[in-house]
């Protein structure tokens, strides 16, 4: 069963840097593209950063140079590192898999990022 | 970058309507569109993929159509369980954007 488990969200200042983790089991994360999509409270839907099997790695302007994605392949994890928050960075972060160069076929269930003084 | 834009933002309809949402792309995305739905505090959930292919386990009432810059969503026969939220997302290029959403309300 694929399984994703995000975690490392919290209240953070803003400037400040987080790192969120999504653990993955039921299937290999290098072998896949992984995607960051986020939520502020009460919006819609925004892609933030996707890493491909290869390792390239793309971003939204918004985030572009402020976050990085990486994964760990010794633990089958996904990190989003997130630097110079800043108050519009509020959200729920969800960890996602993608099918291919496609559709999100699995999501993790988010954690909650607060960028607030 | 591509925009994705979605109408209607809200919908109020009743149980047994049939509803559309449209998706409009800024340009062409052949067919590289997915549809989701979300609930409140949940993780959205994929029904609709390449445009018009229907996820397994979703039900066959949700059907996905169009090509290049218009598509649609439509739910044919409405359930109490439908009311939530739908996005669009296109995966023509990298930068995988969405739609801003539909909300779709009981009348």
């Known amino acids: 069963e694929v399984q994703l488990v995000e975690s490392g969200g919290g209240l953070i200042q803003p400037g400040g840097s987080l790192r969120l983790s999504c653990a993955a089991s039921?299937?290999?994360?290098?072998?896949?593209?992984m995607s960051w999509v986020r939520q502020a409270p009460g919006k819609g839907l925004e892609w933030v950063s996707v890493i491909y099997s290869g390792g390239s790695t793309y971003y939204a302007d918004s985030v572009k140079g402020r976050f990085t994605i990486s994964r760990d392949n010794s633990k089958n994890t996904l990190y989003l590192q997130m630097n110079s928050l800043r108050a519009e960075d509020t959200a729920v972060y969800y960890c996602?898999?993608?099918w291919g160069d496609g559709r999100i076929d699995y999501w993790g269930q988010g954690t909650l990022v607060t960028v607030s003084s | 970058d591509i925009q994705m834009t979605q109408s209607p933002s809200t919908l109020s309809a009743s149980v047994g309507d049939r509803v559309t949402i449209t998706c409009r792309a800024s340009q062409s995305i052949s067919s590289w569109l997915a549809w989701y739905q979300q609930k409140p505090g949940k993780a959205p959930k994929l029904l609709i993929y390449d445009a018009s292919s229907l996820e397994s386990g979703v039900p066959s009432r949700f059907s996905g159509s169009g090509s290049g810059t218009e598509f649609t969503l439509t739910i044919s026969s409405l359930q109490p369980d439908d009311f939530a939220s739908y996005y669009c997302?296109?995966?023509?290029?990298?930068?995988?954007?969405f739609g801003q959403g539909t909300k779709l309300e009981i009348k």
């Open positions: 039921g299937f290999t994360v290098s072998s896949n593209y």
């Open positions: 996602a898999r993608q």
């Open positions: 997302q296109q995966y023509n290029s990298y930068l995988y954007t």
